[in-house]
T-cell receptor
Framework: KNEVEQSPQNLTAQEGEFITINCSYS?????LHWLQQHPGGGIVSLFM???GKKKHGRLIATINIQEKHSSLHITASHPRDSAVYIC?????????FGAGTRLTVKP | DGGITQSPKYLFRKEGQNVTLSCEQN?????MYWYRQDPGQGLRLIYY???????QKGDIAEGYSVSREKKESFPLTVTSAQKNPTAFYLC???????????FGDGTRLSIL
C-alpha cells in the first residue's frame, strides 16, 4: 500500500462544476502539500498546510490530522484548471508523493 | 526572476552511455532534490543534498550519481548501470528542510 493515496485517479468535469480531490496518508507528517502539474511537466506548489484550511482564489485545501486526510476543492472550475494534481507529505528529510489525479475540465 | 532551470528538456541516451542532466537554481536554496516520475506513479526520490559537498541517497539511487560542488548546481548523471532510465526527471529545491518545494520544468530522458 502506498503511503499517499489519491482519489480519483482521473476526473472529468464540466466548466463551472465544483471539484473535490481526496488524499489519504499513512505516515506521520510535518506538512501536506498540493501540487499542480501542467501538460508540459512543470510542477507548481499550490498549498502547504499542517492544519485546518487554506484558500487561494478558487482553490481550497483542507486537512484533518486525526483522520490523516486532505481534500483539494476547486470552485467554479474552468478548462485552464485541467492538469494533474498531486498530493505530497513531508516529514524529516524528504517528501512522499501520491500518484496524482488527472483533471479535465470541458467547456 | 528566481527559479530552477533544468536542461535539456529532452535527452536521448544510447545503450551503455552515461548522460548528465543539469539543474541550476538562483533561489539561494540550501536543499536540492532529484526525482523520477513514471506514468501512473508518484514522484520517487533519487538523491538529495542539504548542503554543498554533501548528498544522500533516496529511494532509487542505484544507477545514478550526483555532485554538489556549488550551492546553485546539482547535476544528475544517469549511468549505464541504470537499466530502465526512460522517465521524466524533476529537480527541486527548498530553503531548508521544511518548506514548499520549487520545481524545475523537468527533463524527459529516452533510450535510442
Amino acid at each position: 500500500k502506498n503511503e499517499v493515496e489519491q482519489s480519483p485517479q482521473n476526473l472529468t468535469a464540466q466548466e463551472g462544476e465544483f471539484i473535490t480531490i481526496n488524499c489519504s496518508y499513512s505516515v506521520g507528517i510535518s506538512a501536506l502539500h498540493w501540487l499542480q502539474q501542467h501538460p508540459g511537466g512543470g510542477i507548481v506548489s499550490l498549498f502547504m498546510l499542517s492544519s485546518g484550511k487554506k484558500k487561494h482564489g478558487r482553490l481550497i485545501a483542507t486537512i484533518n490530522i486525526q483522520e490523516k486526510h486532505s481534500s483539494l476543492h476547486i470552485t467554479a472550475s474552468h478548462p485552464r484548471d485541467s492538469a494533474v494534481y498531486i498530493c505530497a507529505v513531508s516529514g524529516g528529510n524528504d517528501m512522499r508523493f501520491g500518484a496524482g489525479t488527472r483533471l479535465t475540465v470541458k467547456p | 526572476d528566481g527559479g530552477i532551470t533544468q536542461s535539456p528538456k529532452y535527452l536521448f541516451r544510447k545503450e551503455g552511455q552515461n548522460v548528465t542532466l543539469s539543474c541550476e537554481q538562483n533561489l539561494n536554496h540550501d536543499a536540492m532534490y532529484w526525482y523520477r516520475q513514471d506514468p501512473g506513479q508518484g514522484l520517487r526520490l533519487i538523491y538529495y543534498s542539504q548542503i554543498v559537498n554533501d548528498f544522500q541517497k533516496g529511494d532509487i539511487a542505484e544507477g545514478y550519481s550526483v555532485s554538489r560542488e556549488k550551492k546553485e548546481s546539482f547535476p544528475l548523471t544517469v549511468t549505464s548501470a541504470q537499466k530502465n532510465p526512460t522517465a521524466f526527471y524533476l529537480c527541486a529545491s527548498t530553503p531548508g528542510q521544511v518548506g514548499p518545494q520549487h520545481f524545475g520544468d523537468g527533463t524527459r530522458l529516452s533510450i535510442l
